[in-house]
């Protein structure tokens, strides 16, 4: 069982910067750690993911060039550095993780088996 736990969210004016952490206890991180958001009516949507062992990163065509996805694999913690904050960014963060492999399927929430409880972001304009 792996437990995960986001922090870091908060109130940013756009054009600003966040960093989220998510820190993974229980057992190492599984196969590939991610990051979704989920903005009030709107459904969950992939932001990034990373393979755990050897740092492949994949990012959402509305967060390229702006958000980076690292590990630190001796804390098993996962990080979100966003930067060029957009109002549209404004949403709940999840972290998540999945033993399964698949890189064509790394948007699916559904595939991911452990989900943190989530961190607000809001951008203001």
């Known amino acids: 069982q792996v437990q995960l736990v986001e922090s870091g969210g908060g109130l940013v004016q756009a054009g600003g910067s966040l960093r989220l952490s998510c820190a993974a206890s229980?057992?190492?991180?599984?196969?590939?750690a991610g990051w979704f958001r989920q903005a009030p009516g709107k459904e969950r949507e992939f932001v990034a993911a990373i393979y755990w062992s050897g740092g492949a990163t994949y990012y959402a065509d509305s967060v390229k060039g702006r958000f980076t996805i690292s590990n630190d694999y001796a804390k098993n913690t996962v990080y979100l550095q966003m930067n060029s904050l957009k109002p549209e960014d404004t949403a709940v963060y999840y972290c998540?993780?999945?033993?399964?492999?698949?890189?064509?399927?790394?948007?699916?929430?559904?595939?991911?088996?452990?989900w943190g409880q989530g961190t607000q972001v809001t951008v203001s304009s």
């Open positions: 229980g057992r190492t991180f599984s196969t590939y």
């Open positions: 998540a993780a999945r033993t399964n492999a698949g890189i064509a399927t790394l948007p699916r929430a559904a595939l991911y088996d452990y």
